[in-house]
T-cell receptor, first 112, second 112 residues
Framework: QKEVEQNSGPLSVPEGAIASLNCTYS??????FFWYRQYSGKSPELIMS????GDKEDGRFTAQLNKASQYVSLLIRDSQPSDSATYLC????????????FGKGTRLHILP | DAGVIQSPRHEVTEMGQEVTLRCKPI?????LFWYRQTMMRGLELLIY????????DSGMPEDRFSAKMPNASFSTLKIQPSEPRDSAVYFC??????????FGPGTRLTVL
């Protein structure tokens, strides 16, 4: 069974601090990794994608991928109240068994 | 450019009735996905199409669910007969080349 695991939270972080969200996956052939943000009552929106080991930075967001350890993380620097949302990790499997699997998400709450 | 369009946005129906959800993907996207989201189960992939052809329907819960994509700009998800446990938010998403997905606003379905 291919799985993507996230801590459901809520994760509470003071405004201005760094929020760290983690995700582990079970399938070693996973090739693409995504972080989506979902506000309550809204649809998921892509904020980061990463395909190779290491860090990828985009503004206040940094995605980190470690394929050997099978985890991907998202760091949010200078957290703002508007970052309060649920963050979904998604893992893509390519090849004969193309599939994208979502984790259940981590609820993040930024404390003003 | 318009994003993914879904209709209706809200649907309330009685158990046993037929429900049809509609989706118009982003023009030029060759993959279309149908998801269901609940608090208990998170975001679940139901079925996806590539170039209008169903590729993986292993997530369709049972024979009461069916999906079609008659052309590149339109897809439907049908539930017949509907049951209260089908109540959820149903999302349609599209993408190019099985990469970052763009989600529609969702249809909130309530089956009484």
């Amino acid at each position: 069974q291919k799985e993507v695991e996230q801590n459901s939270g809520p994760l509470s972080v003071p405004e201005g601090a760094i929020a760290s969200l983690n995700c582990t996956y079970s399938d070693r052939v996973s090739q693409s990794f995504f972080w989506y943000r979902q506000y309550s009552g809204k649809s998921p929106e892509l904020i980061m994608s990463i395909y190779s080991n290491g860090d990828k930075e985009d503004g206040r967001f940094t995605a980190q991928l470690n394929k050997a350890s099978q985890y991907v993380s998202l760091l949010i620097r200078d957290s703002q109240p508007s970052d309060s949302a649920t963050y979904l990790c998604a893992v893509g499997l390519a090849g004969r068994d193309d599939k994208i699997i979502f984790g259940k998400g981590t609820r993040l709450h930024i404390l003003p | 450019d318009a994003g993914v369009i879904q209709s209706p946005r809200h649907e309330v129906t009685e158990m046993g009735q037929e429900v049809t959800l509609r989706c118009k993907p982003i023009s030029g996207h060759d993959y279309l996905f149908w998801y269901r989201q609940t608090m208990m189960r998170g975001l679940e992939l139901l079925i996806y199409f590539n170039n209008n052809v169903p590729i993986d329907d292993s997530g369709m819960p049972e024979d009461r669910f069916s999906a079609k994509m008659p052309n590149a700009s339109f897809s439907t998800l049908k539930i017949q007969p509907s049951e209260p446990r089908d109540s959820a938010v149903y999302f349609c998403a599209s993408t190019v080349g099985f990469n970052e997905q763009f989600f529609g606003p969702g249809t909130r379905l309530t089956v009484l």
